[in-house]
Structures are given as structure tokens and as C-alpha cells.
């Protein structure tokens, strides 16, 4: 058998992990109590990969996959890389415009969807759609060897500029990931239980299931992150270890304290963007400590906290060490090196990156500098080599715990009939970290503001659809006749004269 050292692709964490825990339960998904033990994961996914080469899938061809979370999401997702193809995980809360780039950039050949997302994907122009039941045959897969750098998911994710890019990803950035979760801190074995609340179609759900695979603990599914009852789930499964990130941190602590807090399994939790502040109060209220984490879709898990530096560093905004497969570096302007200690861009390098983005040379060639990934992230490292994280720079809102692009939300508004120029930017908030506006320049007569969020809403998925709305006559331009959003950032109350979407009034 292939020591998990070695192990390099996701078809042979799947063998190795029936091989040795078959009637182990690998999956648990707590909306309808579905469970599949590590052999029928393995059979299960087989199976599919059968239905699918019968479709005329093959190596490098690309299948968008649109389901909530239920099992045929992660057992597609297997089966496509037991056959070389690749996966598109499509947002369940895309609309028209933000779903057809996603298709039709990536050239999917085939859509597998739940029977509520057919008629959008139908209407988007793929020509093949099927549900998941559809997929049934009783031939055996077809002979394939996939490699550590067979690619297995085109992952999009919001971009700085223009549309979402679509990362390439290679079984070795899964395995990368995996491994080193298994073997390094926190060292997920056998008797762990994992639980992901996130949706599926992000990467937090897919590396949970190779985490799963690799250390041979069972993965407890949410259908979707409820705060009132994520701890009672966390009880009920014994759960010993999860990860979260966003607003999740926050809205469990805003839920009334309990008797039960502490009575749980629950021995470390990772988390990325802890807020500075609660952090402490984080783990006194539960009883456990929580670990900082940084990755990036485009390059994986990057930087930890371990317990080696947990304590001193609780509240510091200090999000570890590069893992053991990364380098880390704090750079200029110029792309070289800064002392420790002073603030720059945080660059990335090691294996089990990305490809780089589909058929977007010019954005990989920008990313990818001289072996190093440019994060776009501002950071500093201290003289132990533990990094600080500071702040991003790029065009980007961080709403929720979701990455929104403002170009994006600005050219689904510039097709309004009325609306000439757009200006999207972050405006603070307590609750969500941020909150979108937008600065609308008309020809003519003004819409409401109304209709501009239910148009809006029609062509983005919801968490992209600006709460606040400013109606100007022109906005600051940059001598190459760019929105000069630095200026619209220094209104002291960006909040004051908009729209409210939420509260339905102006303020």
C-alpha cells in the first residue's frame, strides 16, 4: 500500500483509505442522516465515473456541478478525477449573469444539477443538463492513471478585475493540503470526527473530504451554517475538530450563552480571519482553542498556528507559519524581500499550487512573478518568522466571509438601461465585516433604488447586491479616466445620503 507520504492523487486517497477502514463511516450528511462508510465511497464514486465516460466524458473534459450539499456533490467530484476530468463547482446562488461566464468560460461540456438550477443552466446555453439520478449505469469505469498534476477542478473565485478567474487545480494541490493536515498540526487521524457547514461549491467542503480520506476520520455535512444550532450539531456528532471563517466566529458568540457550551469533544478549531478582538473570549466561552489559518483558492493552505505559538500570540492578529511544503515572503514594491518586521505584500511559493488561471495567460503571468504568488494580501513577519496579517490590497469586498469584486458588481450595473457609470466600494460594518455600496451615474431619469437591488438580484447571486445606494452626477475620475475610488473612500460616513436597502429608506 502507498504510504500517505507519497500519496499524490485523489483517486488513490480514495483506494487506500477503503483499503484500510472499508466499513468505517467516512461521510455523515445531517440533513436526511445519509451515510456512506469509506467502501462505498470508493464503490459509489466508481459507479459514477462509469456513468459519466458512458456520457462521452474523458480526460480533460470540464462537467459544472450545481448542487446544494448532498452526497453527489463530493462523489461527482471523485469520480471525475478518477477519470482524468474536471470539475466546475457552480455557486448555487449565481444568477444569469454571474453563472453563464462561469459555463461558458470554462467550456463544460456537461452540467450536472439539481432539478431547481436545470431550467437557469438550460437557459445560460448548455445544451446537456442532467440530475444527478440520471447518472445510472452498470459498466465498469473506464482504465485511467491520473498523475499528481492531472488537473481536477477549474475553481472560480472572484478576481480584483473584470469576471472570476478560474484556478486550475491539480490532484496534488488536494493531497498537498490534505496530507499535510493529517501529518502536521492538527494531526487528524482515525479517531477524529470533521463537520463543514460551508457549501460545497467553495474549497472548504472539498479539502475537508480529502482531509477525511487521508487521515481516515468521518466528515460530518451541514446542509448550510445555522448559528443557533451549530454547536448542538457539534455535540450530537462528537465532533472533535472544524474549521470555519467569515462572520461564523462572531454570530456563535452572539448566541446566548449555555450550560452546554463545554460539553463538547471539540479539541482544536481552525479559523481564518479571527477577529482580533473576541478572540480570547472565543475560547473561554467553549473551552477550546481556536488556530488562525491562511490560504488562498489560487494556492491552498499556506500559513498556520500551531500550538507551538498559540498562546503567546492569542488576539495578534498572527496567523503562524508557512506550512511545511510553503515558503513565505514580505516584498516591496519591487518584488524583493523587506526586514522582518515591516509591512509588504505576503508572496507564496512551494508545491501543490494552482496551473495558474483557465485560458487567462496574461492574469497568471501577473500573478505568478519570478516563482513567487503575488497574494495582493499586506503582511508582516516577526523575527521568529511567524506572519502578521494586515489588510489587502486590492479592488475587493469581504462581505460575510464571501469575496466580492467590484468590477464585477459594476458591470452587471452598467446593463441597466439607465445607469452610464457605476462605482462600487466596501463600506465597514460591525456585523459582516463589510457591506457593499454603489455610486450610480444616470442618463436621464433616475430609477428607484428598488428597482436597481431587484435587478440586481436578478442577474447576481445575493450576497453581491450593494445595500447601499448614492445617486451622483459624475463621479472622480484618475487621468486614465478610471473611477478615482480613493476619493470616494474618504467620505468620513459613507453610510450618510445613500439608500438603505435593508431598512428601505434614505439616510
Given at each position: 500500500m502507498t504510504p500517505l507520504a507519497e500519496i499524490g492523487t485523489l483517486a488513490q486517497l480514495v483506494k487506500r483509505a477503503a483499503e484500510l477502514w472499508p466499513e468505517r463511516t467516512a461521510w455523515i450528511f445531517d440533513e436526511g442522516d445519509q451515510r456512506f462508510t469509506f467502501a462505498e465511497v470508493d464503490r459509489e464514486s466508481a459507479r459514477l465515473a462509469a456513468a459519466l465516460a458512458e456520457r462521452g466524458i474523458g480526460p480533460g473534459d470540464r462537467v459544472a456541478v450545481m448542487l446544494r450539499n448532498v452526497p453527489a456533490f463530493p462523489l461527482l467530484w471523485l469520480a471525475l478525477a478518477k477519470i482524468g476530468a474536471q470539475l466546475v463547482p457552480v455557486n448555487t446562488n449565481y444568477r444569469e449573469f454571474d453563472g453563464a461566464h462561469v459555463l461558458r468560460h470554462s467550456g463544460a461540456k456537461l452540467a450536472v444539477a439539481a432539478p431547481e438550477f436545470t431550467d437557469l443552466l438550460t437557459r445560460i446555453g448548455l445544451t446537456e443538463v442532467v440530475t444527478p439520478?440520471?447518472?445510472?449505469?452498470?459498466?465498469?469505469?473506464?482504465?485511467?492513471?491520473?498523475?499528481?498534476?492531472?488537473?481536477?477542478?477549474?475553481?472560480?473565485?472572484?478576481?480584483?478585475?473584470?469576471?472570476?478567474?478560474?484556478?486550475?487545480?491539480?490532484?496534488?494541490?488536494?493531497?498537498?493540503?490534505?496530507?499535510g493536515l493529517a501529518t502536521d498540526f492538527p494531526a487528524v487521524g482515525a479517531d477524529d470526527v470533521l463537520l463543514t457547514a460551508q457549501p460545497f461549491h467553495y474549497i472548504d467542503p472539498q479539502w475537508n473530504v480529502a482531509l477525511g480520506l487521508a487521515g481516515g476520520a468521518t466528515l460530518v455535512v451541514l446542509d448550510r451554517f445555522h448559528p443557533s444550532t451549530f454547536w448542538a450539531k457539534v455535540r450530537e456528532h462528537g465532533v472533535t475538530w472544524f474549521y470555519c471563517l467569515g462572520l461564523m466566529p462572531t454570530l456563535l458568540l452572539r448566541q446566548e450563552p449555555s450550560d452546554a457550551d463545554r460539553e463538547h469533544r471539540v479539541r482544536a478549531i481552525c479559523a481564518s480571519a479571527i477577529p482580533h478582538e473576541l478572540h480570547a473570549e472565543l475560547e473561554a466561552r467553549w473551552g477550546v482553542p481556536w488556530y488562525e489559518a491562511f490560504g488562498m483558492t489560487e494556492t491552498g493552505g499556506d500559513i498556520r498556528m500551531t500550538a507551538a505559538d498559540h498562546d503567546e500570540t492569542v488576539g495578534t492578529g498572527c496567523i503562524g507559519r508557512p506550512s511545511r511544503d510553503r515558503e513565505a515572503m514580505i516584498a516591496g514594491e519591487d518584488g524583493k524581500?523587506?526586514?522582518?518586521?515591516?509591512?509588504?505584500?505576503?508572496?507564496?511559493?512551494?508545491?501543490?499550487?494552482?496551473?495558474?488561471?483557465?485560458?487567462?495567460?496574461?492574469?497568471?503571468?501577473?500573478?505568478?512573478?519570478?516563482?513567487?504568488?503575488?497574494?495582493?494580501?499586506?503582511?508582516?513577519?516577526?523575527?521568529?518568522?511567524?506572519?502578521?496579517?494586515?489588510?489587502?490590497?486590492?479592488?475587493?469586498?469581504?462581505?460575510?466571509?464571501?469575496?466580492?469584486?467590484?468590477?464585477?458588481?459594476?458591470?452587471?450595473?452598467?446593463?441597466?438601461?439607465?445607469?452610464?457609470?457605476?462605482?462600487?466600494?466596501?463600506?465597514?460594518?460591525?456585523?459582516?465585516?463589510?457591506?457593499?455600496?454603489?455610486y450610480v451615474v444616470c442618463d436621464g431619469e433616475r430609477p428607484e433604488p428598488a428597482s436597481l437591488v431587484d435587478f440586481c438580484s436578478e442577474k447576481l447571486a445575493y450576497f453581491k447586491v450593494p445595500r447601499f445606494w448614492a445617486f451622483a452626477d459624475g463621479l472622480p475620475m484618475t487621468p486614465s479616466e478610471r473611477v478615482a475610488k480613493g476619493e470616494l473612500r474618504k467620505v468620513a460616513d459613507p453610510r450618510s445620503g445613500s439608500w438603505d436597502a435593508k431598512a428601505e429608506a434614505w439616510l
Open positions: 439520478d440520471q447518472l445510472g449505469t452498470d459498466a465498469e469505469p473506464p482504465e485511467f492513471t491520473p498523475v499528481p498534476e492531472t488537473p481536477v477542478n477549474i475553481q472560480y473565485t472572484s478576481g480584483t478585475t473584470g469576471a472570476p478567474k478560474g484556478c486550475v487545480l491539480p490532484n496534488r494541490y488536494w493531497t498537498t493540503l490534505a496530507v524581500p523587506l526586514p522582518r518586521g515591516e509591512t509588504g505584500e505576503l508572496l507564496i511559493r512551494g508545491i501543490g499550487l494552482m496551473h495558474g488561471y483557465h485560458d487567462d495567460p496574461e492574469a497568471t503571468a501577473k500573478a505568478f512573478k519570478d516563482g513567487w504568488f503575488h497574494t495582493g494580501d499586506l503582511a508582516r513577519m516577526d523575527d521568529a518568522g511567524r506572519v502578521y496579517y494586515i489588510g489587502r490590497t486590492k479592488d475587493m469586498i469581504r462581505r460575510s466571509g464571501e469575496n466580492v469584486s467590484a468590477d464585477e458588481v459594476e458591470r452587471a450595473l452598467l446593463l441597466h438601461p439607465a445607469v452610464r457609470l457605476a462605482a462600487v466600494v466596501a463600506v465597514p460594518d460591525e456585523l459582516r465585516g463589510e457591506e457593499i455600496k454603489a
